[in-house]
């Protein structure tokens, strides 16, 4: 097999958790791109439905499904959906989280100190980015085992392998705030799942990697850009559409000897 046609993902299936999200959307697309059909799973139904559409107007087999992670029903039924639609379930890639992002949408709202921050915030994160993985995984590798092989793809963090600068988010003359703590936990924890999954189906052919991604830009003032940019070694924050080779990568045989890894993809924010 030549070294392109490894990364050829004809015929396999795959689902995206959160792929309306930013960069749902564009795993969504690379995996399509691949050759692989497309389920879009998503809590906004509508949403999902829609860039489904999209992607079958592109050429790509795709279904959406409203589904959410942290609820075993939900979760079920999505995988079931996949099955009738395509008939298999080859790749899920797990990135439905709740990440509190620093953008124009998402400004001043992270006010919250550590010594008061709500239980019902970490119980919640806790729900979606730990527990909502654990149910996407559990119910997506019963077919895998059934057809002798799959691949599992966690999406994790820079704050799941380092703690968060929080002079990033700091303005002068504003009231301090913090990327909260429930998020640097939960992505540890997926590092901590990636491996536990990739060991313990040593020998059944299925694959599980972490893509860690460092921040990507998404309309940040430039306060923001410059602060997390001077932290990068290349100066920058990336671009949405630069997680995607990575993710196919992992997706497809060109990684067929790599589980239980973390493909880190930060500009070099954490090598420092």
Same mark, same amino acid.
């Given at each position: 097999m030549s070294t392109k046609d490894t990364f050829d993902l004809t015929g396999r299936v795959a689902v995206v958790t959160g792929g309306g999200g930013l960069l749902g959307r564009e795993f969504c697309r690379t995996l399509g791109e691949g050759g692989a059909s497309v389920v879009v799973a998503e809590l906004d139904g509508a949403l999902a439905c829609n860039l489904a559409s999209d992607l079958t107007s592109a050429g790509v087999p795709s279904l959406g499904v409203q589904t959410d992670v942290s609820n075993l029903d939900s979760v079920q039924n999505m995988v079931a959906q996949t099955?009738?639609?395509?008939?298999?379930?080859?790749?899920l890639v797990n990135s439905a989280a709740l990440d509190p992002k620093f953008d124009p949408e998402h400004a001043k709202r992270h006010s919250n100190?550590?010594?008061?921050y709500p239980l019902e915030a970490w119980q919640q994160a806790l729900d979606v980015n730990l527990t909502g993985m654990f149910l996407a995984s559990q119910a997506a590798v019963r077919p895998m085992l059934k057809k002798g092989q799959g691949v599992i793809i966690n999406i994790c963090s820079i704050y799941g392998i380092a703690g968060p600068d929080q002079r990033i988010y700091q303005r002068k003359g504003q009231p301090p705030q913090f990327k909260p703590?429930?998020?640097s936990v939960t992505k540890a924890g997926v590092l901590g799942f990636t491996r536990y999954l990739a060991t313990y189906y040593a020998g059944k052919n299925i694959r599980t990697n972490a893509l860690t991604p460092g921040g990507v830009y998404n309309g940040h003032d430039d306060e923001f850009v410059k602060s997390y940019s001077a932290r990068a070694v290349m100066g920058r %924050?990336?671009?949405?559409?630069? %997680?995607?080779g990575a993710l196919l990568f992992l997706a497809s045989d060109a990684s067929a000897? %790599?589980?239980g890894a973390n493909l880190v993809v930060d500009g070099g924010w954490t090598a420092w």
């Open positions: 099955l009738n639609a395509f008939g298999s379930l080859d790749i100190a550590f010594e008061d703590v429930h998020y %924050m990336a671009q949405k559409d630069e %997680m995607n000897y %790599m589980t």
